[in-house]
């Protein structure tokens, strides 16, 4: 008899799509890649709607997402660490400990989103000056900016809902609170940039104030799913909002060295 050496094995074995794994690797990427895809296309017809407005417009909206573009991967020192210790304790069967991870993510999030909209309220001038943005772009950019920074405890939370869900292994809840979020900000945005049924025309400044009512209604689903019990993580009444220094100090510590890889990344761009 013939022995079969390691060497020689059918390489049809190898090539052979396991389909048993590709399903549900799928039916938990495909959500996230279909979210990512549409805040992109509504940042997209964000610029479309404002572009009506002239070219200082479009540029105020593009250099108002950089800069909160840079203040969002901030949020990463947190989300990450919750993303891998809600999964730690969701593989565990530890709901309790995943919800102490969870609620720790949300008051780290709100610390951080509060400092972060003071600093940018108050530099927020500062900040477009020192990319020698032209002083016609800078009018428009100050008062959307002053309004993403006032709103930016509601964005930052939405994402931290998203991340906390996917960590327990629910993509397509997260897809749905994305797909309400951006229909009722591209419509509020619509209302408030032109001055639709009897609104303010606000221009540049709708659009922003649109996302702050689009992350409020998301906020107010995102709330209601982790309370109900219904979906992959539950908000469990044995835990706490309090910070407790030895759970923030972990999820710190797995968050902040991707933050800083992050922030790293974006330098190369």
């Known amino acids: 008899m013939t022995e079969m050496m390691p060497g020689n094995s059918n390489p049809t074995q190898h090539r052979r799509i396991d389909l048993s794994l590709t399903r549900p690797i799928l039916a938990l990427t495909l959500p ?12 997209i017809a964000d610029i479309f709607m404002v572009g009506k407005l002239g070219p200082a417009a479009i540029s105020a909206v593009g250099i108002a997402n950089q800069i909160s573009m840079v203040f969002g991967i901030m949020m990463v020192a947190v989300t990450t660490g919750t993303l891998a210790i809600v999964a730690q304790a969701i593989g565990a069967g530890n709901k309790l400990g995943a919800s102490a991870a969870a609620k720790q993510s949300f008051s780290l999030v709100a610390l951080l989103s509060v400092g972060l909209g003071l600093i940018g309220l ?11 943005v032209k002083p016609e772009v800078v009018q428009l950019a100050v008062p959307y900016l002053s309004v993403y920074f006032c709103g930016i405890l509601l964005s930052m939370l939405n994402y931290s809902v ?12 997260p897809m749905y609170l994305s797909l309400l979020i951006n229909a009722i900000k591209l419509f509020a945005s619509y209302l408030l940039i ?11 400044t709708g659009a922003a104030l649109g996302s702050v009512v689009g992350s409020l209604f998301g906020v107010t689903a995102g709330s209601w799913a982790l309370f109900s019990g219904r979906f992959g993580l539950t908000l469990l009444p044995g835990t706490s909002f309090k910070l407790e220094l030895a759970l923030a100090s972990r999820l710190l510590k797995v968050g902040i060295p991707s933050a800083l890889q992050a922030s790293s990344g974006m330098g190369q761009v």
Not at 162 to 173: I, K, S
């Open 122 to 132: 108050a530099d927020t001038t500062f900040f477009l000056e020192s990319l020698s």
């Open 162 to 173: 998203a991340v906390c869900l996917q960590a327990a292994g629910d993509t397509r809840t």
């Open 32 to 43: 996230v890649a279909a979210s990512g895809h549409l805040e992109n296309l509504v940042v």
């Open 194 to 204: 032109f001055g639709i049924w009897g609104l303010p025309k606000m221009g540049v």
